[in-house]
T-cell receptor
Framework: DIVMTQTPLSSPVTLGQPASISCRSS???????????LSWHQQRPGQPPRLLIY???NRFSGVPDRFSGSGAGTDFTLKISRVEAEDVGVYYC?????????FGQGTKLEIK | QVQLVESGGGVVQPETSLRLSCAVS????????MHWVRQPPGKGLEWVAY????????YYADSVRGRFTISRDNSKNMLYLQMNSVRTEDTAVYYC???????????WGQGTLATVSS
């Protein structure tokens, strides 16, 4: 199974400041079809997860442009350009390149 | 607007069964794969199972293979998870999720809580 490792596990951030979360996979996430099925999901307190970014860097419908994704191969990053209060929650990276689908442990974003 | 509504959760004893359902609307259900993902209380997300658009292909997490069965009824826009021989470690909120594009899990339901306890 592909292991997904996120850092940090907790990130206190000041409102209006940037935030960054890293995700590393135990093997390359490049699929045989050439795409990389790495996505980021946000889970606000008491809510179900919500897709933010898919295939490394594509923002899903309705996701603010302060969220961006980057990376390749085994190393990926989610960035929030200016953190807002509504961004508080847990962020998960997820790989679907190979079954079983696996998630990172989650990174808790908190406001300082 | 895509809506997924899970049901069927509850409290059951170990080694018994439970069947979860997911009603999907506002989405071309019969043309897309679906997933079940679970979240134990206070913990992270764990993928459980996948089913292709026509039910031909099914994949499971090692932790549930042989005990859980994913299925779908495209005529009713319904997804199911049959959970047999449940264990205390199966206690979790279970989410169904759509795969709107190839290998893209994009819409999530609100979840249903299944508690396994003696």
């Amino acid at each position: 199974d592909i292991v997904m490792t996120q850092t940090p596990l907790s990130s206190p951030v000041t409102l209006g400041q940037p935030a960054s979360i890293s995700c590393r996979s135990s093997q390359s996430l490049v699929h045989s079809d050439g795409d990389t099925y790495l996505s980021w999901h946000q889970q606000r307190p008491g809510q179900p997860p919500r897709l933010l970014i898919y295939k490394i860097s594509n923002r899903f419908s309705g996701v603010p442009d302060r969220f961006s994704g980057s990376g390749a191969g085994t190393d990926f990053t989610l960035k929030i350009s200016r953190v807002e209060a509504e961004d508080v929650g847990v962020y998960y990276c997820m790989q679907a390149t190979q079954f079983p689908v696996t998630f990172g442990q989650g990174t808790k974003l908190e406001i300082k | 607007q895509v809506q997924l509504v899970e049901s069927g959760g509850g409290v059951v004893q170990p080694e018994t069964s439970l069947r979860l359902s997911c009603a999907v609307s506002g989405f071309p259900f019969g043309s897309h794969a679906m997933h079940w993902v679970r979240q134990p209380p206070g913990k992270g997300l764990e993928w459980v199972a996948y089913i292709s658009y026509d039910g031909t292909y099914k994949y499971y997490a090692d932790s549930v293979r042989g005990r859980f069965t994913i299925s779908r009824d495209n005529s009713k826009n319904m997804l199911y998870l049959q959970m047999n021989s449940v264990r205390t470690e199966d206690t979790a909120v279970y989410y169904c999720a759509t795969e709107g594009d190839r290998l893209r899990v994009d819409h999530w339901g609100q979840g249903t809580l299944a508690t396994v306890s003696s």
